[in-house]
């Protein structure tokens, strides 16, 4: 049956493919923007810098005298931006018409505010993004710890080398970690105390994903999609001539962290080359009392791959290893009868290609094919005198997602397309609780734009079906439809108002139909419900969004009821020392809201201020659901002046009383911390330094979303260097 699936999903790709490859050419159009991108402190032209127009989600870089050219272009009024590296252009409305050629000149600087180059459906998406030098001031082994503290984002921990991203108090199956846009898989998120495999030094940027966008990767992204964009180049365009990349390097206090990586791009003609790799380590962090032992994690990374960008097809092929290794630091506590170190060991090789056609015809501009075989291992070892291997985990997982871009029709733009995912899942050990199981997922999708003068309305669906094929259990399998829109109203240039609705579907997760035994990451003996039901979420989120040269700022605000909610519930009975818990469901609401402002008080000064609370439970009862983010709010100023910043913060959160049943209160804190940056920016090069003391008051603290919270505090106070040189 699962070869039968696997050539049905190629006969769908090859099927889909043979009938957009051709069209008809569309007349050409006959506006032409133009100008010469310059850096703002010296009047130099500037290399390889990216300008957007983003209506048209059109991308050029500049030549060698910093000149770029649009020709071609539609009557209408369009965004222009442009960024390269640490210097950006906050954007320019202009308006063209028949005939007509605009010059347009664009100086780069530092600026306080980072300005995202967006293009078509980000629009409508409430995202958070991450660039290499803001990532590189957060120097850590984990993607959850670096996106931690973003609006609306927390981390779930089992210690300091597995953190993982929570996104508006929903985790696990509910959060989709991607690696440019597909699935690692990884098994992050089946427990507490598993770790992703993306080395996040050597990646060129992090988005997180909400609102109908999230539709294009998984109807079980309710919290949202995390995707991490490794260093490379679109291949919309020729690939840039000569070396790019960067090189990073940290070292830490607090558990002597110290990482370095290194990536190149090297383009010759329409060949690209690319390779990078590092390694990050970690020792037992420190909290204020004491050093938590067994708590130390390392990563090490590779990657090298080959692509050819012409005028009319493209095509890549890569290989990415990753080797991790980090402790369980609750098998050293003297509430744990054990005395030996609980260690858990990764391996990840993927093997990803991508391809396609571009400038296909009238009505499909690119049809793009990705496709990658994951090979997931991982252990978990008893460290007495030597290694003894408790658990060992294979999953093989073979994913391959199909876009076709629509050409703008008028008002209309947008993309359809095929998923699948044929998955492979192994397990052997002495304590293994979860059957190995076949899992096959195949997904159809769409989602559309229409643009006016003040209003954006986007749209999509998803149909997407999943079947299980336990080797012990009974097979089960699930068809469900996702849809949503979304609507964005601009009251000017810097003032936008968005509504999102979402109705998804989702299946539930391998672990919630089948577990059963002794479950460390829970801490408890779990129970899997064969019967459970898909999910059902109707979700409303609204945006209110402001961004000039003053003030950026945005308050959202959502809204989230789901029908028959799987969550692990506690039955009153214990079992071999242990809770015993069983996967339920029932329905839920969960409410919240997130506020960012970073807003100019004068000249060099600026004011940080952040809010996110979620409220989450049974709608029946009342009863909270399970580890949910306390109230947090971030108070900060930044003192910027030229290439340097220092930004002193406070970030305080409440106590978390509103508790799960057999859940303990968590006290609230006041943790204070202090970044400063100098960015020396050059025609070819920028240098980024920075410095991090966090936890300066060295406050004893404990995050609420982790399962070992009782247990393991956060750590003390640490401070870290940072070095990053990007070259173009």
Request: overall charge neutral.
């Amino acid at each position: 049956m699962l070869r039968t699936t696997r050539i049905f999903s190629l006969n769908i790709i090859l099927l889909t493919s043979s009938l957009f490859l051709e069209g008809v050419l569309c007349g050409p159009l006959d506006g032409v923007i133009q100008g010469q991108v310059t850096l703002k402190t010296t009047g130099e032209p500037l290399h390889r810098a990216n300008v957007v127009l983003v209506q048209l989600g059109l991308i050029v870089e500049t030549d060698t005298t910093g000149h770029y050219i649009f020709n071609e272009i539609p009557p209408g009024v369009y965004d222009l931006r442009a960024h390269l590296e640490a210097l950006s252009f906050s954007g320019q409305v202009i308006e063209i018409s028949s005939g007509q050629t605009q010059t347009i000149d664009i100086r780069l600087g530092i600026s306080p505010l980072r300005h995202e180059v967006t293009v078509k459906a980000k629009e409508l998406r409430s995202t958070v993004h991450l660039d290499a030098f803001e990532i590189a001031e957060n120097p850590s082994s984990s993607i959850g710890e670096v996106l931690d503290g973003q609006p609306g984002l927390a981390k779930r921990t089992f210690g300091s080398g597995n953190a993982r991203p929570v996104i508006r108090g929903f985790d696990g199956d509910r959060v989709l970690i991607l690696q440019d846009g597909l699935r690692t898989g990884s098994l992050g998120s089946t427990s507490a105390d598993h770790a992703e495999p993306i080395h996040v030094s050597n990646i060129e940027r992090l988005e997180v994903l909400k609102g109908p966008a999230t539709l294009l990767y998984g109807s079980n992204a309710v919290g949202g999609v995390v995707n991490a964009i490794t260093v490379g180049q679109d291949y919309r365009q020729k690939p840039s001539q000569g070396a790019t990349g960067q090189v990073s390097s940290s070292i830490g206090s607090n558990g002597l962290q110290a990482g370095i990586s290194t990536s190149v791009d090297f383009g010759h003609r329409n060949w690209l080359f690319w390779s990078g790799g590092g390694s990050q380590k970690s020792g037992d962090y420190r909290s204020p009392l004491g050093v938590v032992k067994n708590s130390g994690n390392r990563l090490e990374s590779a990657r090298v791959g080959l692509g050819w960008i012409g005028d009319r097809w493209f095509g890549r092929v890569g290989y990415d290893l990753s080797n991790g290794r980090y402790g369980l630091p609750i098998s050293h506590h003297e509430d744990h009868h054990e005395e030996v170190n609980h260690l858990t060991a990764f391996k990840w090789h993927k093997l990803q290609f991508s391809g396609g056609l571009k400038n296909i015809g009238s009505f499909i501009d690119t049809f793009h094919l990705t496709s990658s075989y994951n090979d997931y291992g991982m252990q978990e070892l008893n460290v007495e005198e030597t290694e003894k291997v408790e658990i060992d985990f294979q999953n093989k997982v073979f994913v391959y997602r199909g876009v076709f871009e629509q050409r703008p029709l008028g008002n209309l733009s947008g993309s359809f397309g095929f998923w699948g995912a044929n998955r492979n899942f192994d397990v052997v050990g002495t304590s293994n609780n979860t059957p190995s199981t076949d899992q096959d997922s195949l997904a159809f999708f769409c989602l559309e734009e229409l643009t006016f003068e003040r209003v954006i309305i986007q749209f999509g669906a998803r149909i997407e079906h999943i079947r299980y094929q336990p080797r012990a259990g009974i097979n089960r399998q699930f068809t469900g439809f996702s849809g949503a829109l979304g609507v964005k109203y601009r009251f000017s240039d810097s003032l936008d108002l968005t509504g999102n609705y979402t109705n998804s579907h989702r299946a539930p997760a391998l672990e919630e139909l089948y577990n059963y035994g002794i479950h460390l990451g829970a801490m408890v003996f779990e129970l899997g419900t064969s019967n459970l039901k898909s999910e059902t979420n109707h979700g409303f989120d609204f945006s209110l969004r402001q961004s000039n040269e003053k003030m950026r700022g945005q308050v959202n605000i959502f809204y989230y009821p789901i029908h028959d909610f799987v969550f692990l519930a506690p039955t009153g009975n214990l079992r071999m020392g242990l809770i015993e818990a069983a996967y339920t469901q029932a329905d839920v609401r969960f409410l919240g809201a997130e506020l960012d402002i970073k807003r100019e008080l004068k000249d060099h000064v600026w004011l940080n201020l952040g809010l996110d609370w979620v409220d989450a439970k049974l709608t029946s009862s009342g009863v909270p659901l399970p580890r949910i983010p306390p109230l947090r709010a971030r108070f900060g100023l930044a003192f910027h002046y030229g290439g340097l910043s220092l930004r002193p913060e406070i970030i305080l959160t409440g106590d978390q009383d509103r508790i799960f049943h057999y859940e303990t209160r968590t006290s609230g804190y006041t943790v204070a911390n202090l970044k400063a940056s100098y960015t020396l920016q050059r025609q070819h090069f920028a240098h980024h330094f920075s410095v991090k003391a966090q936890n300066v008051g060295d406050r004893l603290y404990r995050n609420h979303v982790s399962i070992i919270k009782d247990l393991i505090p956060e750590k003390g106070r640490g401070i870290s260097f940072s070095y990053l040189m990007k070259f173009f």
